[in-house]
């Protein structure tokens, strides 16, 4: 039986539901995983371009990207010839990101804790009352403009 992920995991892999290996499947879903892979060989070698690159995230194993590139490239997987051709636009970075032990995880946590505070607010306050300072504050800054006069032209003052 599959055991629930820790919400408050600090070591490294990845993410709950990121992907499962075939150690956390129980019985039944193994079978039906082999079976769904038997039937069909571009699958079986998608999973198994997918679990490598996935290994290879969760252990930063960042000096296998090119060999891993060089085996999907070999490979009818035109999806996947896609993804290896969006690698290869920013190599370098792909590689720090898989090799480096630096995260921009904390900054983006609070970029979507920011978003969504302004969304509740919006939520609360309503649509009409975010329209209506809209509304006064082009209002004011129209009054501002057409109160100070025309602007003077260029060269004098």
Known sequence: MRQPESRYRRSGGSPPGCYDTEDNLTDDE??????????????????????SFAEMLAGRLGAQLNSWMSAV???????????VRGLETDHAAVLNGLTLPYSSGTVERHVNRIKMLKRQMLRVSGFRLASQTNTSQRLTLSKSITESGPEPKSGCR
């Open 73 to 83: 490239s070999a490979d009818d997987l035109p999806q996947l010839h896609r993804f």
């Open 30 to 51: 193994q079978i039906g995983l082999k079976q769904i892979l038997a039937s069909c060989p571009h699958l079986e070698a998608t999973a198994g371009h997918v679990a």
